[in-house]
């Protein structure tokens, strides 16, 4: 019995002593609250069995893209390009901006006086004559030459233009391997599908496949540009050489051949109609901006711009242009391979072929055609297009097809520079073009020598 009771205090003594034990080792440890994830020391917890990244923040890295925007030496491009530029630096290291480089192609074949301010790589033009007065084709053959000889260190490229003004940070609406563009009302393939047929055989899949848009604004990834742009252009002049798609698809014949080439290459476009908006115009119909109507503003008869350092000068190989229909052909293709892209050339007149196909690409519902789809808000946008004229009366109403009491124009200022400071737009007038307006005066009273060629 005694011995009894003596083990029984036994185990009761030193199971107290080893709970008091625990008690005071447990008081003195940390308390952790971070349960599951990393500690305080920054390592990671993980069960040995199932290995985590130990690096998490590449899965948040950014994807840059570098802004390209092709231009002439013209004074009307250049004030442009100023303007988009200075509104570049001024987003592009903001909160959600994955905005990289930026480059001004200029295609005039020589340096101009603002190579120090913008990041420049100087392309050659088309030879004389090869545009037919459509000097818009320089933009994808300036493209080509940039693409292979820059050195461009992001991973994407979003083409832009010298009258797109940034609003906010843009961020890379790219993503599974689709582009992101803009939707223009203007660009229809199911209406002009017998054309685009010479172009995108039946065999490529259906003429939805081919996106309503341009080259700009799109983002899409470099590799996919830099097989897309040489199509771009051979589809471009082999357009502007039928006489039918050159009638049909008039100063939009260049968006036309970048769509084409986009969908020839199975590269399908994730459609943003919040991307840019597009400042007033006149009532017209999609027909009527394909003509030229004299209602509406054409196209300048001078390209478009984009920037990049350091300055290049690319010398044209003899020989790059095939002599019976002017496409694209690399000098440094091997006998073999030149002959069979001779043929492929010659045949490209009539049908494409040898390409791959594209890819489902995420739509929008469509957009009406009876007039430009402008918005009076800039809401989520993040560039404002003041491609056409704005014109008002001293009421604020817009004037239909007239120039009015208040109007601003980039057609007002294709041989002179726009003065600082221009005269806002009267009350009841939209807030993007108030916007837009504020925006131009703010850049031309901090860009240093404005006025000056």
């Not at 185990?11 to 709970?19: E, P």
């Not at 115009?281 to 004299?294: C, K, Y």
């Not at 390409?355 to 009406?368: F, I, M, Q, T």
């Not at 297009?385 to 120039?403: A, E, F, R």
Request: aromatic letters at 12%.
């Amino acid at each position: 019995m005694g011995c009894g009771n003596f083990f029984f205090s036994l185990v009761i003594t030193l199971s107290v002593a080893l709970i008091t034990y625990n008690i005071i080792i447990s008081a003195n440890a940390p308390l952790k609250s971070d349960f599951p994830g990393p500690s305080s020391n920054g390592f990671l917890s993980v069960d040995p069995i199932i290995k985590m990244p130990a690096d998490r923040s590449r899965q948040a890295k950014k994807r840059l893209f570098h802004t390209a925007v092709t231009s002439s030496d013209s004074v009307y491009n250049t004030w442009q390009c100023r303007i988009m530029y200075y509104w570049f630096k001024q987003h592009r290291g903001r909160p959600g901006s994955e905005m990289g480089g930026f480059t001004r192609i200029l295609h005039s074949g020589k340096p101009d006086g603002f190579m120090d301010e913008i990041p420049t790589f100087v392309a050659q033009p088309l030879p004389n004559g090869m545009d037919q007065g459509y000097i818009v084709l320089n933009r994808p053959w300036a493209f080509v030459q940039w693409l292979q000889k820059a050195d461009i260190k992001e991973d994407y490229i979003l083409m832009a233009e010298p009258d797109h003004i940034i609003v906010k940070p843009i961020p890379n609406l790219s993503k599974d391997g689709l582009g992101a563009a803009f939707p223009f009302f203007y660009i229809e393939p199911k209406k002009y599908e017998s054309v685009l047929r010479k172009f995108f055989p039946e065999d490529k899949g259906p003429i939805t496949n081919i996106d309503p848009i341009g080259n700009s604004p799109v983002i899409v990834g470099k590799e996919s540009l830099k097989k897309i742009a040489p199509t771009w252009m051979n589809i471009s002049l082999a357009m502007k050489k039928d006489p039918e798609a050159d009638k049909k698809f008039g100063w939009v014949l260049e968006m036309y051949a970048y769509a084409v080439a986009s969908a020839l290459h199975g590269v399908g476009n994730i459609l943003y109609k919040d991307f840019m908006i597009q400042t007033h115009s006149p009532q017209v119909t999609s027909s009527d901006f394909r003509r030229g109507s004299p209602e509406v503003p054409k196209p300048p008869t001078t390209s478009i711009c984009s920037a990049q350092a350091p300055i290049r000068l690319y010398e044209p190989p003899i020989g790059l242009y095939e002599p019976l229909i002017g496409l694209y052909e690399p000098r440094s293709a091997q006998p073999r391979l030149r002959l069979a892209l001779r043929f492929f050339l010659l045949g490209m007149r009539f049908r494409l072929r040898n390409h791959v196909s594209r890819g489902e690409a995420a739509r929008l519902p469509a957009v009406p055609a009876t007039k430009p789809p402008w918005d009076k808000e800039i809401g989520n946008k993040f560039i404002i297009h003041y491609t056409y004229g704005c014109d008002y009366d001293m009421q604020g109403n817009l004037t239909y097809g007239k120039i009015g009491e208040w109007r601003f124009d980039k057609r007002s200022f294709d041989a002179v520079w726009p003065p600082k400071n221009l005269p806002l737009p009267p009350p009841g007038v939209p807030e993007s073009v108030v916007t837009l307006v504020k925006m131009v005066n703010e850049a031309t009273a901090n860009i240093p020598n404005w006025g000056s060629s």
